[in-house]
């Protein structure tokens, strides 16, 4: 009975330290709020030493069950707020924070429990968060506390298999340590010098430690889980920078010894496969660490020296990649090539590219070493890696989408800055990057072969690989039409097989392959052309005769969303004005016609997909769902881009406009209110287009029959609360232009001059409707209202927009809607309410909706 009742103390207790008490928390699972804004009058509460002294002695004294409470209490003891104290009493307050910290230390045998561990981490990681180091290093116990810390941490790390969430907590306290030094002010040591190198050398030699167990007992990999390690790492890049002498002394000779042993066995006559293994496991750590070692360099504290033993370890790394390229391929390893990738990225990062770095100790060792003497021959070497990898691992998923991803990141948009146009412009003389700009089949990349050897979802990585293309392309293309067919050739061949095939015998799954193929290519070039000539080269290439076969295979699969969505997505890739790319010439028809291939497209995929009939719910986004939002995210690009007028459609009797008007419909009608919210990127292109229609195409919308019009303003007066943003302000933008739109008709309606009452006749349907169903309108004021007042309402300037509309044209609903919330409130309150509804009236005058809605 005693330990349940300690148990519910001390969840209140906790929960009472934990309360949000100035609102500021957004996302309470959150461990990143680390200060605890404590009321001014419990302050006498903390001052009494007596208070943290219990928390520590009942940690001690209960059952880890509780213990592990105790801790989480003094984790937000740890937490409070800095105001709080004087200067005197803050470092009162400390000393006995870190009294407790050595106590636990010294009698670590608490810590044997998970969950007392795990507490005991953040406890740690607290201190550094709420205290500078220059006031830790002033407490009396400050260095055997730190030397305690320091054997705790190592030892948690050798200990590699156990708890890694937890000493992610004790990485962040060193890290942030280490980083604190350059603006110590006391005279105090602060000994970081003596233990950061040792927690680097721990967390070192531990994960070379684990590869062998790993491997012999068929354990999970630490390596396999990247997102861990990658955070590890970065937070023990600073750490390693204390002292980095030590860091690299201790890597050159590991690194140089796991290297010799693995040529041994390479050369040996027996070639131990499990062996070889092993130390490939070995080197992939090593090579993580160099990657993060040199990627941690940091200008304001980088010396030469650093910078010259930067240039050793990356030495041994470069010589690694043409040790392992030259077994391909015969050997391989995959987590090898994968680390090899991550460093090569932190190195272009930190030393390729940027003006400081022409004159860098980095290159003396490696020209010495390699003959790489700057940051051009580094980039042959980067080309060269990446042509080979995309030769020889074309079966690897996973190394080919890391690699093309460091070739996107190497071709980034050119037209940011200076030094990465600079940076394309010498991309482009290397002879590696002129092979790929003429040789890019399937002959020489394995990877953009379209046989069954490949899932379908391999073929995504193409997309990248003809993005990056395209860039470096566009670097010395200008207006050459020539360079630019010959770079399109292998498409123009494979279009012309499908187009064969199609009017032949038709191998269905073969073309289907290679259109998949082909549709993720064109995406990939059609997203690097942002300038208007380049753009016009490529639809000149497209239209007509290859959108033709793009129609066709919408029209045949479309119950096969693994081809109708590459296809789709090339559609609205198309349709994107990016950068005023469609702007075409004044005489050029081209704008129109793109319009009515997509109108096709997106009335066949349409009708075809709603002939379905109902899904199940697994199977309803994948095959429906998914294409429907992309058509709108098309045709929201389309009717906002600015290129197509859509009066000359009904000018000269052409019906496309109308008919993907009628699609859009049918296929909004087949979805229910609940799916349009639930899946997001459904919700994030169907708000968007529906403000898109409200703004410019409010006759399409007065001319719906009133189920549809019921459909479309419940959906918006549910997207009003959403906790998505974009739909939220969507949806306010949308009623504002409704609103608007009916009160304009109003106020000409009031004139009653003739030419007004021909005008109006699409607005007095929308009037009539709205007439019929006043609870439409009267709902969504009552929605905005409450979260005005009672909501924590993100996006308050687009909430706005559509009020003073709704108040104008429900007044009388208004009135009762303002007393009811008035009359809901406590009696004390009332008054303050009424008088806000006041302020926000005030000076408004009825009639004038523009002229007001900024007041």
Known sequence: RQQSLAMQLLKLVLNCLNFDFIGNSADESADDLCTVQIPTNWRTIFLEPETLDLFFDLYHSLPPMLSQLALSCLVQFASTRRSLFSNPERAKYLGNLIKGVKQILENPQGLSDPGNYHEFCRFLARLKTNYQLGELVMVKDYPEVIQLIANFTITSLQHWEFAPNSVHYLLILWQRMVASVPFVKTAEPHLLDTYAPEITKAYITSRLECVPVVIRDGLEDPLDDTATVFQQLEQLCTVSRCEYEKTCSLLVQLFDQNAQNYQKLLH?????????????????????????????????????????????????????????????PQCSNEKVELAILW??????????????????????RMSEVLGITDDNHVLETFMTKIVTNLKY???????????????????????????????????????????MLQNHTSKHFPFLGVSDNYSLSDLRCRTVFYTALTRLLMVDLGEDEDEFENFMLPLTVSFESVTQIFNSSFEQEEAKRMLIGLARDLRGIAFALNTKTSYTMLFDWIYPAYISVLQRAVELWYREPACTTPILKLMAEFMQNRSQRLNFDVSSPNGILLFREAS????????????????????????????????????????????????????????????????????LLSVSHSDLLQYRKLSQSYYPLLECLTQDHMSFITSLEPRVLIY???????????VDTIVSSSCCASLDYIVTYLFKHLAKEGKKTLRCREISQDGQRLLHFMQQNPEVLQQMMSILMNTIIFEDCRNQWSVSRPLLGLILLNEKYFSELRATLVTSQPDNKHEALDQCFRNLMEGVEQNLLVKNRDR
């Not at 941690?296 to 990649?321: K, N, P, W």
């Not at 990141?409 to 002879?431: F, G, H, N, Q, R």
């Not at 479309?712 to 959403?722: D, K, P, Q, R, V």
Request: some cysteine; proline content about 2%.
């Open 268 to 328: 040996s006559s027996s070639r131990n496969p499990l062996e070889i293994t092993v130390q490939e496991g070995c080197l992939a750590w090593l090579v993580y660490f160099v990657g993060t070692f040199v990627g941690g360099r940091l200008t304001y504290t980088s010396t030469d020296e650093h910078d010259a033993m930067d240039g050793e370890l990356s030495c041994r790394v470069f010589q690694l990649i043409s040790l392992m390229d030259a077994q391909l």
């Open 343 to 364: 460093f090569l990225d932190q190195f272009r990062k930190t030393y390729v590219g940027d003006q400081l770095q022409h004159t860098s100790k980095v290159y003396a």
């Open 393 to 435: 691992w074309g079966r690897c998923e996973p190394v080919i989408s890391r690699t093309l991803q460091f070739l996107n990141d190497l071709s980034a948009d050119y037209s940011l800055t200076p030094a990465t146009y600079s940076l394309l412009k010498k991309l482009v003389k290397i002879e590696a990057v002129k092979f």
């Open 600 to 667: 096709k497209m997106i009335c066949t995929y349409g009708n075809q997909i709603l002939s379905l009939g109902t899904l199940s719910k697994d199977q309803v986004y994948p095959l429906k769902l998914k294409g429907i939002s992309i058509c709108y995210s098309a045709l929201k690009s389309a009717l906002c881009g600015n290129y197509v007028s859509f009066g000359v459609f009904k000018l000269y009797g052409d019906n496309h406009f109308d008919n993907v008007l009628q699609a859009f419909v049918k296929m």
């Open 712 to 722: 479309i303003l419940t959906s918006i007066s549910e997207g009003l609360t959403a």
